[in-house]
């Protein structure tokens, strides 16, 4: 069975971070295994979270696993909870570079236009550093525009996010996926993939849902993980993501409306191994 190093936090309540990726990974048929980088009583979009920092346990364990002689199949990391972590991450990632090369980046900052609380500058320069290191990348459209370093002073345009799609896989990076970037018009979402190696840019796009749920990037990301793992082409892992996701939502948005408790992915997750019902990426273009 492959293994997954899966770097995130541990949030109690609200559906994020290690709480959906461990679910969608572990459906997949992947064993996951987490390196907490903190435990939080409730995500932090939740008034009033608390959060335990783990930066001083994370060596410690990784050196466990060093003595364990472990492997990884793929390295995964999303939410980090200081500064000091980036160091500790980009040394795991260099000591347990995995032999298919497979590290996803999830570089999880922000989200509309704004960085998430405890989110600074310092921590946008370190993942840039850790995006250089990563096969992919799945930024939303905030966090792209941090990483370019390009404010949002205004909507952003289709044709901007696909220009910032190619610019940022010139961090290092062979696929750079951005989600939640504008569609073809104004009730349209699209999700943006380009490929470095080949140099095609690819969409998925899909009708705007009026709802949003923290977390959907981490199971978003988990996917695209999950899919470019088993072998799936870049726009096939985009088609079946932009799905579950989609499924994900709308299974979840007729109920009771709590939006910070995040989708209720537990009633979809056949939805990961069932075959697609439909393929609509597109091919934007080829750029080199
Ligand atoms: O879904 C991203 C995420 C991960 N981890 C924590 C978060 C969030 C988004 O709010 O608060 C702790």
């Given at each position: ?191 943006l993939a380009y490929n ?92 080199r």
């Amino acid at each position: 069975m492959k293994k997954i190093a899966a770097i995130h936090d541990l949030s109690g309540y609200g559906r994020a971070s290690l709480t959906v990726a461990i679910p969608i990974l572990s459906y997949m048929g992947y064993q996951v295994c987490p390196l907490p980088t903190a435990v939080l009583s409730a995500h932090s979009e939740y008034e009033g979270f608390r959060s335990f920092d783990l930066t001083e346990q994370m060596q410690p364990i990784i050196d466990h696993w060093k003595q364990l002689g472990l492997r990884f199949d793929a390295l995964y990391s999303g939410y980090l909870a200081s500064e000091r972590q980036l160091d500790i991450v980009e040394g795991f990632f260099k000591d347990f570079t995995p032999e298919a090369g497979f590290i996803l980046v999830d570089p999880v900052l922000g989200d509309r236009g704004r960085l998430y609380p405890g989110m600074e500058e310092r921590m946008v320069e370190g993942m840039r550093r850790l995006c250089s290191m990563a096969n992919v990348i799945t930024p939303n459209l905030t966090e792209a525009a941090f990483l370019l370093g390009k404010p949002m002073h205004h909507a952003v345009t289709a044709a901007e996010a696909a220009e910032w799609c190619v610019e940022l896989a010139g961090m290092g990076p062979e696929h750079c996926i951005i989600t939640s970037a504008p569609g073809e018009r104004k009730e349209r979402v699209a999700t943006l993939a380009y490929n470095r190696t080949d140099g095609r840019l690819w969409r998925v796009s899909c009708d705007f849902l009026p709802a949003s749920y923290p977390g959907t990037g981490d199971a978003f990301a988990s996917v695209i993980t999950g899919c470019l793992l088993n072998g799936d082409s870049l726009p096939e892992a985009l088609e079946r993501a932009v799905y579950f996701i989609q499924m994900g939502i709308r299974a979840t948005f007729g109920g009771e409306h709590r939006p910070l408790d995040g989708m209720e992915q537990e009633k979809v997750l056949h939805y990961l191994v069932e075959p697609l019902p439909y393929f609509t990426y597109e091919l934007l273009g080829t750029y080199r």
